[in-house]
Structures are given as C-alpha cells and as structure tokens.
C-alpha cells in the first residue's frame, strides 16, 4: 500500500443544505453529491446508521457512486449502543449487519460505535458487548471502534480491554468528551471537531499542518491505516478543512 492508501480524510455524511454553494457547486443535483464529495475527499463517515437501518440497494448505491480506493467508515445503530446492560445488545449488532452494510464490500471501513455520554466504563459490561462483535462476515475482516464519551473510561483497565479485543479508541479533539490517544488496533480513528466561521478553512494554517503532520507521523511511526473526520464545529466548513489537509499531506 502506497502511503496515501493508508490514509483516509473526510466528513460526516454528505446531504447538508449549508454545502451546497459552499462546498458543492451551484445547481449541483442532490442525487449527484456523494458522487461529487468522494472525488473531493477520501473517505466519508455514514451517520444515517445511528439512528435507523438503511436499504441494501443504498448500501450498494453508494459503493457503485465512489471512486476505487474510497471507504466508508459507518456510524453502528444506536439501539446497540444506548442501552444499560450491553450484553442484551446481540440481536441489534446482528441487525445491523444483515441490514446491507455488506454491500459496501471492500469500501466498508470500521464500523464507530458511538456511546452516550452518560454511559460510564464498566469492564464486565464493555467486555460483553464487545464479545458480540463479529471478526469476520461472510470472508470480510470487521473493524470496529468505540467513541467514549464519559470520563470512567480515561483509564488503563479500558486501554487493556480495547488492545484485548483489538478495537480502537475513537480519539475525538476539541470536544468536551475525553481525549484518548493510545493505539489499541492496527488503525487509528480520530475526529477532530474544532472548525471555526472565520477561517475559510475551518481551521488556522497552522492547526492544518499540525493535522496533516499528525496524520503523516501516524502512518510513518505505526504503520497503521488513519481514518480522520471532521466532525461538528462550525459544521459549513469542513469539507474545506478536510479537503485542507489532505492538500498538506505528500502522495508518496
């Protein structure tokens, strides 16, 4: 794999009103913009999942519209997720993965399950849930990584209990939710969500570099596969950020 092939940058989902003049062109069709964000960025995370089950056809829709070598990182339903005991979360996390999400074929990234911010660390609890992730599907390895949003889980029993299970920690940056940056998976998972109106692209040059070195530093010192989003913040100007950065960061 070329060093650009290990790297993926992009946003969350692609459908928002405020993109189109900003991001896509004027008079862009709807159905045309995931076409037209994939050859933009390199990677997109589906947030639609989160809260409700997609068609097979969409799944395959969207896989057929992007690029080769474009992935989808895939937002896991919160019916898995936001629930008090997680190892009653089995029939959800086998929904989803029959629900089409295996129509992406090898543009499915990782899959994010994303937690409430009330939801605290209990290990027996985690361990549970993540015993029910699967591996594998029908040939396909299955990435997983876990956003953590309380601060129980800023903790080594956690860091253990992901590296056990070989899932990462979603790193999330300039939020209030815990900012935990060690490696647990052969690839890294970040979302950085600190974009500004008043930088046309979202972020200060220097915040730019510092991004794109970060990212080159992952690659280069761990040989892992980095996935990076731009998430939140001043929400119009992501896409510029994420186009931003991957412009900073050398093909070869």
Do not use: C
Request: glycine fraction near 8%; aromatic fraction near 12%.
């Amino acid at each position: 794999m070329t060093r650009r092939s290990h790297i993926h940058i992009g946003i969350g989902g692609w459908v928002y009103e405020p993109w189109r003049g900003s991001f896509y062109p004027p008079g862009l069709a709807q159905r045309r913009e995931l076409e037209y964000a994939s050859r933009k960025l390199t990677s997109i995370e589906i947030n639609g999942t989160y809260y409700g089950s997609q068609k097979p056809e969409s799944f395959a829709k969207w896989r057929e519209e992007t690029p080769e070598g474009f992935v989808f990182a895939v937002k896991g339903p919160r019916f898995a997720t936001n629930r008090r005991v997680l190892a009653e979360a089995g029939a959800s996390i086998e929904r989803f993965f029959t629900s089409g999400v295996m129509e992406l074929k090898e543009k499915l990234g990782p899959i994010n399950w994303q937690f409430l911010p009330t939801k605290k660390f209990e290990a027996g609890d985690l361990e549970d849930f993540l015993k029910l992730l699967p591996k594998t599907l029908d040939g396909t390895a299955i990435r997983h990584a876990l956003e953590v949003r309380h601060e129980s889980f800023n903790t080594p029993d956690f860091i253990a209990l992901a590296r056990q299970y070989g899932v990462a920690i979603v790193m999330a940056v300039d939020s209030p939710h815990p900012r935990i940056s060690e490696s647990t998976a052969p690839f890294i998972y970040a979302r950085i969500m600190g974009t500004v109106e008043s930088e046309s692209s979202g972020y200060a040059e220097a915040d730019l570099r510092k991004w794109a070195d970060q990212v080159l530093q992952w690659t280069n010192e761990t040989a892992r596969e980095v996935f990076l989003y731009v998430i939140s913040g001043f929400k119009t100007r992501n896409p510029a950020a994420a186009m931003a950065i991957l412009a900073r960061i050398p093909p070869a």
